[in-house]
């Protein structure tokens, strides 16, 4: 592919991009499995009025997992994610348990020890940054963070990810604008589901492609199909290198939204009946299960075993959380003031 292109990246055929094998694929699934198989629990919880809100991944996943599989090859990338990013955010190393510890506002939730929304704040053993759920405020902070990595030679390459909405936003122009002035290491990710939270996207921009956007801001952008892993973890792998080596890259993926925008949203009033449906019918759980079967590299018995496995965990994690108790009462203003 070029950078000029705005066309998806196919993947090669059914081969193997290079960098990957068998056991990097199986190992993606099984992480995506767990994601699925915990998102699908936190949002039964809060219909148990155990969980407040969520933002659902459900469709997301293999946009999200192809970036971090090229990140994880590369070796030295830092995220800045935003609040659909539950599958990346569980597969860079959380637990279930602590996951469900975040949704239900329990003691051990690691990013912010439920002082905030569910995994927001900063997990930096695990290079992960989302101080808050405003739309677009995390592309101003990642573009500083990848400023600070070139001012002191870390090399780091800085993946921010943000939805259709956000590139509506003036934080999007800021961002996009200063990177591309000052040659920043960073990729910007553009998880599209066409809808703003309940507004199309034709009702938003009077382009196709968000990709297109970065022409203005002086450097390459590309349109890869999010429910391919495979095409995903190809452009990303090259989008990293070219921001490492030049400068910033905007990559966006075009996806599908299973669920309503939260939990707290009704997405029937403003989709049509059959939209969703057809849509699962290229859901990236299935579709990758399907490639490691076809190829060889797992076992029907396999796919089985791997979600029994991913039931089991949540399960557990369930039950942890369930009885975990809320922070104490007295640590509420711990981290906020200089002591």
């Known amino acids: 592919m070029t950078w ?21 694929l199986v190992d993606i699934y099984t992480r995506m499995v767990l994601a699925r198989t915990t998102d ?41 994610p935003y609040y659909r990013d539950l599958a990346l955010k569980m597969s860079v190393g959380l637990t279930p348990a602590q996951v469900m510890k975040s949704f239900m506002g329990k003691e051990g939730e690691p990013y912010s020890n439920a002082r905030q929304f569910p995994l927001q704040g900063a ?62 290491p960073v990729v910007f990710v553009c998880e599209n589901n066409r809808y703003a939270i309940s507004v199309p996207q034709a009702s938003q921009m009077a382009i196709t492609d968000v990709a297109n956007r970065a022409d203005g801001y002086g450097f390459p952008g590309v349109v890869v199909d999010g429910m391919d892993l495979l095409a995903v973890y190809q452009s990303m792998s090259e989008a990293i290198r070219r921001a490492r080596e030049e400068g910033p890259v905007l990559v966006e993926l075009k996806l599908e939204r299973f669920m309503p925008h939260t939990t707290d949203d009704d997405d029937r009033r403003y989709r049509p009946p059959d939209e969703v449906e057809q849509a699962k019918q290229r859901d990236p759980v299935q579709s990758l299960g399907s490639l490691l079967v076809e190829q060889g590299f797992l076992a029907p018995e396999g796919v089985e075993a791997i979600s029994q496995e991913a039931r089991r965990a949540v399960d557990e994690a369930t039950d942890a959380a369930d009885v975990a108790p809320p922070p104490p009462a007295g640590t509420m203003l711990d981290h906020l003031f200089a002591e």
């Not at 993946?159 to 003036?170: H, K, L, N, R, T």
């Open 40 to 80: 699908e629990r936190i949002w039964m919880m809060n219909r148990q009025g155990k969980v407040p809100i969520a933002a659902s991944s459900q469709g997301h996943e293999a946009g999200q997992l192809g970036v971090l599989l090229a990140a994880e090859k590369d070796g030295n990338c830092f995220f800045f």
């Open 123 to 184: 997990d930096l053993e695990r290079r992960v940054i989302q101080i808050s759920n405003v739309v677009a405020a995390g592309m101003t902070q990642a573009v500083g963070f990848a400023l600070a990595g070139k001012m002191r030679g870390t090399g780091v390459v800085v993946i921010v990810f943000f939805g259709d909405g956000a590139s509506s936003q003036g934080e999007s122009h800021e961002a996009m604008n200063f990177a591309g002035i000052h040659k920043l």
């Open 4 to 24: 000029s292109d705005k066309e998806p990246a196919p993947s090669e055929g059914r081969g193997l991009p290079a960098g990957l094998n068998p056991e990097d």
